[in-house]
């Protein structure tokens, strides 16, 4: 099946009593047992349930991975891989990282005596001499937010597979629709469901798939041990919005192309970070892994200040303040005081946000409208 098809048919076949087209809500806690132990594949809903499965079969079948468990949030689902992780053990991440994992990681499970780096991953030397012995896990994050690096995830996972440790992407920026790590040779993918998935900005959801069944076997043993599963409701609004996954994510890219291109020519505006443009560093590698270059857009002001950028923000219309990015409708975060204010100034500056800088989630509106809107909101 192609992509298209799949993310209408992956996994999916009318249900069994009712010949109902869509799987029901299953809400249910647990499920009869003709004798103890003797069940039809579900004894308790933490471990499983039929509207879970089919979101985990459609996922699986859009990453192309043999398994997929899904998850109550994108950050519950990080968390369970982590779990998997002993004192000692070292981990080399992404240095622009979603803030999210990066607290995760530093203020969770730091503290358990894991070791975490954060490097710059477009540049696979430095990746190189950072892997210890006790290197057990590569996070990969690409591309990244908000500045946009593209990392070469066949580079990484060839490295990772070479010195035995578990290599995993957080797919989330791109979507199975633009790429698909597991065939660049990734041991595991996750993702936020909440983003372009769901696409709805209506639900909140996470997922890992991946091909290999001993690793599987423990995020398995995660859901059912620690339960940071989603309900049956949150897994039906998923796979409804899976079905329009490829269309929405083609026209969000176009508008986010047109947007990108505005952007640039605007005399207003100092850099544009879009993997689609020439001025991109890393152009060659998103064309090369992603199908398309996305529909996340990053820019600065050539007057540099954080007021500057909040003065743009409160004129925008459209274009609606707010963090989380892949719905329907366009989104204007700023990292600086949102989603990154926590990384002191200086360190922030050094890995390139500036104090400026915008970011902006693409939606499917019209094109037309959303410059329009930027270009009002620029005439200051
Ligand atoms: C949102 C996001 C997450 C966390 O997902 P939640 O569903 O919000 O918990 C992880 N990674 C990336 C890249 C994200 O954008």
Redesign the pocket.
């Known amino acids: 099946m192609r992509f298209k098809t799949k993310s209408i048919h992956a996994g999916q076949q009318p249900e069994e009593t009712s010949g109902a087209v869509m799987p029901p809500i299953f809400q249910t806690s647990t499920y009869a047992q003709e004798k103890p132990g003797v069940n039809k594949g579900y004894d308790y809903a933490r471990v499983g349930n039929p509207t879970r499965t089919n979101l985990e079969k459609m996922i699986a079948g859009l990453e192309e991975a043999d398994q997929c468990a899904c998850f109550a ?4 689902a ?1 968390d369970a891989i982590a779990k998997q992780l002993r004192p000692g053990d070292h981990v080399i991440a992404t240095n622009d990282l ?1 803030g ?2 990066y607290r995760l990681f530093r203020q969770v499970f730091e503290p358990y005596n894991i070791e975490f780096s954060f490097v710059d991953m477009t540049n696979i030397d430095t990746v190189k001499e950072t892997i210890k012995d006790d290197t057990q896990l590569l996070w990969i ?1 690409t591309p990244t ?1 908000p500045l946009l690096n593209v990392c070469d995830i066949e580079a990484l996972a060839e490295l990772a597979s070479r010195h035995e440790i578990l290599s995993v992407v ?1 797919n ?2 791109a979507s199975p629709y633009l790429q698909n790590p597991l065939n660049l040779g990734a041991d595991a993918v996750l993702h ?4 372009y998935l769901g696409g709805h900005s209506d639900v ?3 997922a890992i798939a991946s091909s290999n069944e001993t690793f599987m076997e423990k995020v398995r043993f995660q859901v059912k041990t620690t339960g940071a599963v989603p309900g049956p409701m949150d897994c039906y609004l998923v796979l409804r919005g899976i079905k329009t996954l490829p269309i929405r994510m083609k026209e969000s890219v176009e508008n986010a192309k047109k947007v990108a291109r505005f952007l640039d020519d605007h005399e207003k505006v100092g850099t544009v970070l879009y993997p689609g443009l020439d001025s991109h560093p890393h152009k060659k590698v998103a064309q090369k892994q992603m199908k398309d270059f996305g529909a996340m857009v990053t820019f600065s002001l050539k007057d540099d200040s954080i007021e500057k950028a909040h003065e743009f923000m409160s004129n925008t219309e459209i274009f609606t303040l707010a963090e ?2 892949g719905g329907v409708e366009s989104l204007v975060s700023h990292p600086a005081s949102m989603t990154h204010g926590s990384i002191p100034r200086e360190t922030r500056l050094q890995a390139g946000l500036k104090d400026s800088m915008i970011r902006l989630s693409v939606g499917i509106e019209d094109a037309e409208d959303l410059v329009e809107d930027l270009q009002k909101a620029l005439a200051f």
């Open positions: 949030s994108g950050c519950a990080t979603y999210g994992t994050e937010n957080d989330t920026f936020s469901t909440t983003k909140i959801g996470g989380s990015l």
